[in-house]
Nanobody, 115 residues
Framework: QVQLVESGGGSVQAGGSLRLSCAASRSSFIFTRMGWYREGPGKQRELVADFSYSGVITYGDSVKGRFTISRNKSRNAVYLQMNSLEPEDSAVYYC?????????WGQGTQVIVSS
């Protein structure tokens, strides 16, 4: 089993920035994918950004050009730099990591963007 620990959420005004961090409890675990999802009020959970094992990055359409995902592969950590935040970005952000046999989620970190 592996745990994903997120940090960095908070409240910010529109136009501001936040940086989220996620680290896996086992650095030796090899994930096929690792990244971020979010779930806004009354909305379905959606992809924000993630890395494939080979390093291919996928961004959700609504965050392209504003958010940047990065990683420290040796530490099994991913980061999300969020710039030009909008009220619509308010959500609980979840770290996600996958292997062929299982999918792991962090506990979530709240991001609130006020207008």
């Amino acid at each position: 089993q592996v745990q994903l620990v997120e940090s960095g959420g908070g409240s910010v005004q529109a136009g501001g920035s936040l940086r989220l961090s996620c680290a896996a409890s086992r650095s030796s675990f090899i994930f096929t994918r690792m990244g971020w999802y979010r779930e806004g009020p009354g909305k379905q959970r959606e992809l924000v950004a993630d890395f494939s094992y080979s390093g291919v990055i996928t961004y959700g359409d609504s965050v392209k050009g504003r958010f940047t995902i990065s990683r420290n592969k040796s530490r099994n950590a991913v980061y999300l730099q969020m710039n030009s935040l909008e009220p619509e970005d308010s959500a609980v952000y979840y770290c996600n990591a996958g292997v062929p046999q299982a999918n792991f989620w962090g506990q979530g970190t709240q991001v609130i963007v006020s207008s």
